[in-house]
């Protein structure tokens, strides 16, 4: 599997990237709590930003996650492409499995995508950190 394209420097972007947009994303919810109305009902940067910056900063934590994901690690040998794909794996039956029992107790469950690009992206990456620390 040879999708890491990035330097390992970008792993650094990726995270910032991530942690920035996250916290800039989740203060539009925040802000709701903060001056008592419903969550969800009022989006500050939308009003901020116009409807078109705010549809793509709700997608720069999955990017950051992405650039994350395809940057090399310090050391990219086949080991570490092996822990990889066993990380791809595991993560890749855990969702198809999360998705059987959704759908078998309530099959009208919707997602947003970004929502379930984000968590898998996220479960992948723990699982990855600890099979690499307990196979090393």
């Known amino acids: 599997m040879d999708f890491q394209i990035l330097p390992n420097w970008f792993k650094k972007i990726g995270l910032m990237l991530f942690v920035i947009a996250s916290l800039l994303t989740a203060g539009d919810s925040f802000m709701d709590g903060l001056r008592g109305t419903p969550s969800g009902t009022h989006h500050y940067l939308k009003d901020l930003y116009g409807e078109n910056l705010y549809s793509i900063l709700y997608i720069l934590p999955t990017l950051g996650l992405l650039i994350y994901m395809f940057s090399k690690e310090k050391i990219e040998d086949d080991y570490i492409k092996l822990i990889r794909l066993k990380s791809y794996q595991i993560t890749i039956t855990i969702f198809l499995l999360i998705a059987f029992v959704v759908h078998i107790f309530d099959p009208s469950i919707k997602f947003k995508v970004e929502v379930v690009l ?16 307990q196979e090393l």
């Open 118 to 133: 984000s968590l898998f992206m996220c479960l992948f990456l723990l699982i990855f950190y600890f099979n690499k620390n």
